[in-house]
């Protein structure tokens, strides 16, 4: 009888080791094929542009190919559902951006990145231009506001889903003076940039990272600069009268990270977690978007959870009340900055 038990034990002993081994075994040979990565927004935005510089430097450092994929939509939720279907292996990431943070205080999903484990948070857009169409009849915040309170819903503003820097924006200029435009949705800034140059929308507010480069070909005009100090000569926006409040919701901005689903293996998470920083930390990269007017981060693990936690606390505030939250964020257990 103690013989069949101690059989008993060790084969279950045997199982035990043989489990534990072929994890490490899995963990050790990460990645042994392409790992996809989604991208939550549309080709030639501030994300797209920022992940597609990032994505061959963290190829360098796993050995392997990165595949990206644009699964724009429903503010970044259908990317991020994607992943959300995949296995929890490391072999599909969220390449994504500041809108998730805000999906249960806007009522966009019933998850926000508390489903994720954020790998790294590679940079934050903190300049945000108000840019308008090349032939646009105005040349400062000024202008245009002057503009709109004299022909309401007349000018057609680009506005994207909640949590972006368009509806985010166009909150805070609602918040201190009235601002009544006609809201044209586009899924990201690649289209509604196109739309610009094109004469289909008038004014939009984007990321310096996505436009800059077609403000100094001219194919957009800058107006200001969601700042109180000026950023490559173009003016800041408190220089209207009525929008010297601004300061108080400032310095903000997007954000652009890389993650994986929460349940995935430690080990698979330290190895993408060491790729990325060191991605990240690339003179060629960092000179990428610095010159785009972002700000370099390079953060992981833990602190980069604290940088989202106190991005989403500022946000959601500013959305409750300014009366565009859903839902308060108290109820989600989100605390006042």
Do not use: C
Not at 294 to 316: D, H, P, R, V, Y
Not at 318 to 335: F, S
């Amino acid at each position: 009888m103690q013989s069949h038990k101690r059989k008993i034990l060790t084969t279950a002993l045997l199982a035990v080791a043989a489990t534990t081994l072929g994890g490490n075994a899995f963990a050790q040979a990460y990645p042994a094929r392409d790992v996809t990565a989604v991208i939550q927004w549309g080709a030639g935005g501030g994300t797209d542009v920022a992940m597609r510089g990032y994505a061959p430097y963290a190829e360098e450092a796993l050995g392997k190919k990165i595949v990206l994929q644009n699964k724009p939509g429903a503010a970044g939720a259908i990317g991020a559902n994607f992943v959300l279907q995949q296995p929890a292996d490391g072999y599909t990431l969220l390449m994504g951006a500041e809108p998730q943070s805000l999906y249960k205080v806007m009522g966009t999903a019933d998850f926000d990145y508390d489903k994720f484990y954020p790998i790294n948070i590679a940079a934050v857009a903190n300049t945000i231009l108000l840019v308008a169409r090349p032939d646009a009849p105005w040349n400062t915040t000024q202008d245009l506001l002057s503009f709109v309170q004299s022909n309401p819903r007349k000018v057609k503003q680009y506005l994207a889903g909640q949590g972006t820097v368009p509806f985010t924006v166009n909150a805070m200029m609602n918040s201190l003076t009235k601002f009544d435009t006609i809201k044209v949705p586009f899924d990201g800034d690649g289209p509604a940039i196109a739309a610009l140059q094109g004469g289909h929308a008038d004014i939009g507010f984007i990321a310096s990272g996505a436009v800059i480069e077609h403000i100094k070909a001219g194919r957009l005009k800058a107006l200001a600069v969601l700042s109180d100090k000026p950023f490559q000569n173009i003016p800041p926006m408190t220089d209207a009268p009525s929008l010297r409040g601004l300061p108080k919701y400032l310095p903000w901005g997007p954000w652009y990270g890389v993650f994986v689903k929460k349940e995935t293996p430690d080990d698979v998470k330290a190895k993408l977690v060491a790729a990325f920083k060191k991605a990240g930390d690339n003179p060629k990269y960092r000179q990428l978007m610095e010159s785009r007017g972002t700000t370099m981060l390079n953060i992981g693990g833990a602190e980069a959870e604290k940088f989202i936690q106190k991005w989403q606390s500022t946000t959601a505030w500013l959305y409750q009340d300014a009366g565009v939250a859903k839902k308060n964020p108290a109820e989600l257990g989100i605390p006042k900055p």
